[in-house]
């Protein structure tokens, strides 16, 4: 083994002086942790992680850096770009797209060069630590269901086939019903299909504290290029940006930068952009100029799918059909929630080395629901009624008989019976004296409304009735706990 002659070599400097040919964002992008430079005599050897990396600067920093490097007083240099590799006693380094993917820098470790059959080898040094990835949630862990369906398959068809008539794709629902895992699989898909493409998931909050740091120092012009440069842009949470106007906007300017180029947008949120309050109606427009997609709390058949494929990760014991079915009819709650039950379930049954039996199971379920779970009142089910049909407080309660006031009574009486466990009487009573008929006949009316998939028009407004007892039903779920 010949050990090469190394020559003093600034890195620092020459870093800088590339940042400045190219800017921080292409330098963190493209060298930052992930290259290293090693002088060799008469040559500057750029050590890249891939056969991508290779090419890729090749033919688009090749320049950059030969100037570079006389700027740094090094002279002309033969500039050379090999694949870092270690020898067999080691433990291999993280490949560059598996970094660039999980959105993790990799610390950058001191380095030892050795030169072994004319191919220079890196050797970490003890004591140095390698940065955890981060696991990334994918499509194949994702259960698929009737109030998933379509959700699932347009994230797919946008991260794999990148169609242009998906994007902005917007997915809604409650908490713990898949948001997040479908666009965390979203941006891992994208990057296994498009390795060379830039692409970035971040939250409303990671997007704020970097906003609120780069107006206070100056960097402005280096986030953007950032945010912008992307071909894929992931963004969770858009809820959570209410009250932030400032944030809204810069959001809206980068949404409109990244459309503009050709790239495309998934975005999260807690309710369809309709419904969404203090967000800024320039920024819900663009997010309603592409696909819609909700994810519901699940259904019967997808609450017995999770159950079984939460519990085969949890347990090797066997669940019995009668305990599966039970527990998939006890706890409606959202993904979270099931997994919660299945957890004290499997723990309960391993601590005291008995089987998960129907009596655990009912012992498990019932102190799990007094404890978490408070049942949906009528007075639960008048106030959301009036807040999305913008009524005052207390007017479905009034005894008047008004005309324009049947739809909105009609509408919580039926949600009263399709939610919680009151008689006839107790919701006539509490929407204004009524007798049992007439909630019967309110029911009916909603029924009919809903086979035919109604539009129905209130106080100058028009509303898809399926849409709207969806979002409706969503808060009342999403409140429960």
Partial sequence: ??????????????????????????????????????????????????????????????????????DCLLGSKQIVFQIAQQTLSQPKLKDAEDSIQNSIPLGKPELNVVKSDSVIQLMNVPGTK????????????????????????????????????????????????????????????????????????????????????????????AFRAKIRSNSLFVFDDVHLLADKPATQKELMLNLDVITQKGGSIIAGMDCHPRMAKKIMPELLDRLMSGMICSVGVPEDSLRIALIKRYWSMLSNQELSLEVTEYLSKEVRGNVRIILGVLKQLSNSARINRILPTMELARSIVGGFIRCVFKSISLQDIDEVVSTFLLLAPGALKSGVREEKMSFPRNLAMYLARKNSSFTYREIGSYFGNRNHSTVIAGEKKIESLIKYDSRVQFSNLEYDLNFLLQSIQQKLHSNRS
């Fill in 1 to 70: 083994m010949i050990t090469p002659i190394i020559q003093e070599l600034d890195v620092p400097t020459l870093e800088k002086l590339l940042i400045v040919r190219i800017g921080k964002p292409r330098f963190d992008l493209w060298f930052g942790k992930l290259v290293s430079f090693v002088l060799n005599d008469d040559k500057l050897v750029v050590l890249v992680p891939n056969n991508h990396f290779l090419e890729w600067l090749n033919s688009k920093f090749r320049k950059d850096i030969e100037d570079a490097v006389k």
């Fill in 130 to 221: 390698e940065a955890k990835k981060r696991d990334w949630l994918d499509f194949k862990s994702f259960v698929v269901g009737e109030s998933n369906k379509l959700a699932f398959e347009m994230a797919r068809s946008l991260s794999v086939e990148k169609r242009a008539d998906t994007s902005p794709l917007v997915i809604f629902g409650p908490q713990g019903c898949g948001k997040t895992h479908l666009l965390e699989s979203s941006f891992r898909s994208f990057k296994n299909s498009f390795p060379l493409l830039p692409a970035e998931f971040i939250s409303a909050e990671e997007f704020t504290s970097q906003f609120v740091v780069a107006m206070h120092k100056n960097r402005m012009p």
